[in-house]
């Protein structure tokens, strides 16, 4: 069975499941790893040992085939093996991951989703990206009885605010109060994901992890 190896750059919450991905070892190219069903769960990415991959893990995945599609063209199908822990990516090689784009994916009516009809006659190189934000503050918020977390930061001298699924910082800022937070940008790494289409017609952006390399 074929494998990758991956340095994990992304374990996020998605609706049902969770989200893993990386870039490998060897090319860099991004890969994200879906389930049959399309979600990961955690018995699915658990290692031998039982412990679940974390930011900055290098782990050897087995898949079954490549499984593209229009809006994450780096998907592959995972075969039914464990995964592995092989070993850690340094952070002060981080820089050496980071993309580089002029905007983040493509930039429409507003800037945290892309149309479905988007897809429909073009497609992404990739629906993930490693980025270092010019500023960046994150934002709790209060909806109903949910709290949310944003991400507003500068990149490319363009203004984003795109909602965070990073596990870590969720719980973290969930016993905060409603506001804003600075964060210092030259310790932050922002990996940003494509989500699914959602129900509205639109993929929305996502910051799928806040990697800190803050002491």
Known sequence: MPFKEIICLASSKKIGGKCVAGKTVDTKEWVRPVSAEGKLTNELIKYPNGKLPELLDIMRVHYKKLQPTAYQPENILISEEKWEFLDKWPENKLDSLCDKPKEIFINQDR????????????????????????????????????????????????EYDLGVTDPIFLEEYSGKKEGSYKLEPKDIYLCISLAAPYQDGYCYKLVASVISTAK
Do not use: H
Request: proline fraction near 2%; include cysteine; charged fraction near 40%.
């Open 111 to 158: 800037s945290d989703r892309i149309s479905v009809k988007f897809f429909e006659k073009n497609k992404l190189e990739s629906s993930l990206l490693l980025l270092k934000p010019k500023t960046i503050e994150l934002c709790r918020i209060d909806y109903g009885n949910k709290k949310k977390l944003r991400a507003k930061f500068m990149y490319s001298e363009l």
